[in-house]
């Protein structure tokens, strides 16, 4: 299985990463093979509504040149992808969100004149993250938004690690947040097959 993790926190040694290690050694383990594309050293620019891409059926189409089309086609050969990111306020970090409006308009051609194919239908998706409330109130938002997302774009949700970090002050990562990771990683491969 090819796994295209998109990865959204901005701490290259933060909780998000820590928590993504775990899961990418059991994807070794099973001889998946996977990306981690850090979104914060990526140019990705706000989706402008120009509606260019809704011309285009064949291909994401995005007028904006920048980091997006490379990543938009990581994704589309993708056989599974992870949207890895804390909690901000309530949703994912601002270049996660801004690939998602990207994503969204380019790759699902409903937005024009006629209505057209979602390029990215079936695709199978999950979601890691990290979030200083408990997940049932920390999490809860952009789990729901995603599950929508992935409705309306015809994505398979297959589900979401949450994990909660109590404090900077604190030591985010133990045996049992590595345990969850891991068995979260082998239930994604079961559910792919
Ligand atoms: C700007 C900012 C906003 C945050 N907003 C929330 C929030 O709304 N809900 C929450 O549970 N945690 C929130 N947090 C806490 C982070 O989600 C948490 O510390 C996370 O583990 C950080 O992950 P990282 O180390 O990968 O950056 C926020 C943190 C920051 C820096």
């Not at 990306?35 to 285009?56: G, H, M, N, S, Y």
């Not at 006629?114 to 239908?121: D, H, N, V, Y």
């Not at 938002?141 to 109590?166: D, N, T, V």
Request: hydrophobic letters at 35%; aromatic letters at 10%.
């Amino acid at each position: 299985m090819k796994v295209c993790i998109l990865m959204g926190s901005p701490r290259k040694n933060g909780n998000t990463a820590a928590l993504l290690e775990p899961f990418c050694d059991e994807l070794t383990a099973g001889d998946h093979i996977y990306e981690r594309i850090w979104l914060c050293d990526r140019k990705i620019a706000p989706c402008t509504a120009c509606r260019v891409c809704q011309r285009d059926w064949s291909e994401f189409a995005c007028r904006i040149r920048d980091d997006m089309q490379e990543i938009a086609g990581k994704v589309l050969e993708a056989d599974l992808l992870v949207l890895a990111s804390p909690i901000y306020s309530w949703y994912c970090t601002p270049p996660m969100k801004a690939l998602l409006d990207r994503l969204v308009y380019g790759l699902n051609k409903y937005y024009g004149e006629k209505k057209g194919p979602s390029l990215w239908a079936g695709k199978k998706t999950a979601l890691i993250t990290t979030c200083g409330y408990r997940p049932e109130k920390g999490a809860d938002l952009w789990e729901e938004g995603f599950r929508r997302y992935c409705k309306h774009s015809q994505l398979e949700y297959l589900g979401m690690l949450a994990e909660r970090h109590l404090g900077y002050d604190t030591v985010f990562m133990d045996g049992d947040k590595a345990g969850r990771a891991r068995a979260f990683a082998r239930r994604l491969f079961r559910a792919a097959e």
